[in-house]
């Protein structure tokens, strides 16, 4: 059974960089064909996907955030973080890490962590 698990801080003042990590246990962030992603959902909102880092190491970020976000792994650790510079108001959310495959040409989500508020306020 895979789980993963967000940490970091619940508060950031604006214009600092949030740092999220995610801990992944029960399967390695290095097996084929899995791509580990972060999404956020704002208050009263959707959820928007943030970007993945691949089993590869490769990146791919929503160009929407692309120019404020860093995704990055320690293989050692089994883990990966996201890191988002810039932060405003409206970066405000719950963030989550989920796992992202494959399944019969179809793109999902099958794993994610339990979601972690992150506020940002000074």
């Known amino acids: 059974q895979v789980q993963l698990r967000e940490s970091g801080p619940g508060l950031v003042k604006p214009s600092q960089t949030l740092s999220l990590t995610c801990t992944v246990s029960?399967?390695?962030?290095?097996?084929?064909?899995?791509?580990w992603t972060w999404i956020r959902q704002p208050p009263g909102k959707g959820l928007e996907w943030i970007g993945y880092i691949a089993y590869s190491g490769s990146t791919y970020y929503n160009p929407s955030l692309k120019s404020r976000t860093s995704i990055s792994r320690d293989t050692s650790k089994n883990q990966f973080t996201l890191q988002l510079s810039s932060m405003t108001p409206e970066d405000t959310a719950v963030y989550y890490c989920a796992r992202r495959t494959r399944v019969a040409g179809i793109d999902h989500h099958d794993y994610w962590g339990q979601g972690t508020q992150v506020t940002v306020s000074s």
């Open positions: 029960g399967g390695s962030i290095t097996t084929n064909f899995y791509y």
